[in-house]
């Protein structure tokens, strides 16, 4: 009888994060994180990079910081190149996956040398229209941003076609992870007196 009640509680405790930690429709923004390397695209640079993002999916807008060692400001891909006219891109694909362009993040005149490497801000920009002539939003991209199916991919003379590239994954809201945390200690309890 006691554990019918404790399964009870249990429940309701469970469905009750649940609905606290579920998504509305004036959630905030959502955060990204993202590792580039050579080995995820598929290359032998020792260069990487880290990335962070924030999308506001009631504005559409999202706002990208990067830093990257072991690439310079020559290195990048500019207009007047050989290869992509910007450097740096959101794509659709999912890890080991190469996709399209969704968000351009402008000329190589953006960036700037920062502590040994190179770094990028960017903010404000229109996931469905970014105003450029490569990028192009299509029904389902924002599904595939919330997802973790796009990558940030940085495109060098010597890599045109990306030298290195990271997934944006995103970062689990604090409730979802109190929730996460609550279904685990309610299993391992559960095997216990299983």
């Known amino acids: 009888m006691y554990r019918t009640i404790r399964l009870a509680l249990l429940g309701a405790v469970v469905g009750a994060l649940t609905i606290m930690a579920a998504p509305s429709a004036q959630a905030g923004p959502v955060l990204f994180q993202s590792l580039l390397n050579g080995a995820q695209a598929g290359t032998d640079s020792t260069a990487f990079g ?18 990257i060692n072991g690439v310079t400001l020559a290195d990048l891909v500019d207009v007047d ?7 740096a891109h959101i794509h659709r694909g999912a890890l080991g996956v190469s996709g399209g362009i969704i968000v351009d993040f402008g000329p190589k005149s953006g960036w700037v040398e920062q502590n ?5 801000v960017v903010s404000g920009i229109n996931l469905f229209d970014d105003g450029s002539p490569i990028g192009g939003y299509i029904a389902g991209d924002e599904d595939l941003l919330l997802a973790g199916d796009t990558y940030i991919n940085i495109h060098t003379l010597d890599y045109l076609g990306g030298e290195i590239r990271g997934q944006l994954i995103p970062i689990p809201e604090p409730a979802t992870i109190a929730l ?10 559960r095997g216990r007196t299983a």
């Open 180 to 189: 996460l945390g609550a279904g685990l200690v309610a299993a391992r309890r």
């Open 116 to 120: 040994g490497g190179i770094a990028l």
């Open 81 to 87: 190149t050989p290869g992509p006219a910007t450097p």
């Open 50 to 67: 880290v990335a962070i993002a924030s999308y506001d999916p009631a504005t559409n807008l999202i706002d990208v910081t990067i830093f």
